[in-house]
C-alpha cells in the first residue's frame, strides 16, 4: 500500500519568506511526527499529533514554527519569517497510534533558505 | 526532558566481524526502543524494536539487548556485510514524545 508521502520533495526559498511543508501519513495511522534533520545529525523531534491534537508544542524551535493536521490526515508544517538556520531535511512519520509502535517515515523535504 | 546518547559516533569493522552500538537514555517513562538504518539520501527505516518488558530480541543477524535499570540498550549486528554500511539510530519513545540518538555510522569493509 502507500506509504507516507511529503512534498515537496525539494524547496528553494529566500529569507524572510514563508514556506509550507506537507504530510500524507499512511491511512489509518492516527498518530504523526515531524522531525528534523541537519546534515549528517540526528533526528530533532520537532511535535507529535494524535489525530488532530498536538499536546506538545515545546519541540518546535521557534514561535516561527507552527503545525497543523486536519480530518486525521495530511499535517503541515509552517515556517514563517525563514533563517538560513532553518535549512534542512523535514522528515514525518506516522504509526498507528500508541508509542509502542513503528513509525513510518516519508522520503522527507529538503529545505534550503538562501 | 528525554536525553539519549548513542555510542560510537563511527564505527569501521571488516567484513563477517560483529558490530555493537550503544544507547543509554534517562526518562524512565520510555517504554518503546526503536533502532533506524539510514542509508545516504534515503528515509529511516526500522530494522528492529524492543519494548519495556523484554530483555533481548533477535532477529536473523540482528539482536537488541535492554537493560531498564540501567537505562541502556544496545544493538548487535552479526556476521557484518558491505550492505549493512549505513547510519544507525536507536531511539527512546514515551507517549508522545520521541528521542533519538545523533546516530552511528557504521562501515563494513570487504
Known amino acids: 500500500g502507500a506509504g507516507v508521502s511529503q512534498s515537496p520533495s525539494n524547496k528553494v526559498t529566500e529569507k524572510g519568506k514563508d514556506v509550507e511543508l506537507r504530510c500524507d501519513p499512511i491511512s489509518g495511522h492516527t498518530a504523526l511526527y515531524w522531525y528534523r534533520q541537519s546534515l549528517g545529525q540526528g533526528l530533532e523531534f520537532l511535535i507529535y499529533f494524535q489525530g488532530n491534537s498536538a499536546p506538545d508544542k515545546s519541540g518546535l524551535p521557534s514561535d516561527r514554527f507552527s503545525a497543523e493536521r486536519t480530518g486525521g490526515s495530511v499535517s503541515t508544517l509552517t515556517i514563517q519569517r525563514t533563517q538560513q538556520e532553518d535549512s534542512a531535511v523535514y522528515l514525518c512519520a506516522s504509526s498507528l497510534g500508541t508509542s509502542e509502535r513503528e513509525q513510518y517515515f516519508g522520503p522527507g523535504t529538503r529545505l534550503t533558505v538562501t | 526532558g528525554e536525553n539519549v546518547e548513542q555510542h560510537p559516533s563511527t564505527l569501521s569493522v571488516q567484513e563477517g566481524d560483529s558490530a555493537v552500538i550503544k544507547c543509554t537514555y534517562s526518562d524512565s517513562a520510555s517504554n518503546y526502543f526503536p533502532w533506524y538504518k539510514q542509508e545516504l539520501g534515503k528515509r529511516p527505516q526500522l530494522i528492529i524494536d524492543i519494548r519495556s518488558n523484554v530483555g533481548e530480541k533477535k532477529d536473523q543477524r540482528i539482536a537488541v539487548t535492554l537493560n531498564k535499570t540501567a537505562k541502556h540498550f544496545s544493538l548487535h549486528i552479526t556476521e557484518t556485510q558491505p550492505e549493512d554500511s549505513a547510519v544507525y539510530f536507536c531511539?527512546?519513545?514515551?507517549?508522545?514524545?520521541?528521542?533519538f540518538g545523533d546516530g552511528t555510522t557504521l562501515t563494513v569493509k570487504p
Open positions: 531511539a527512546a519513545i514515551e507517549p508522545g514524545k520521541s528521542t
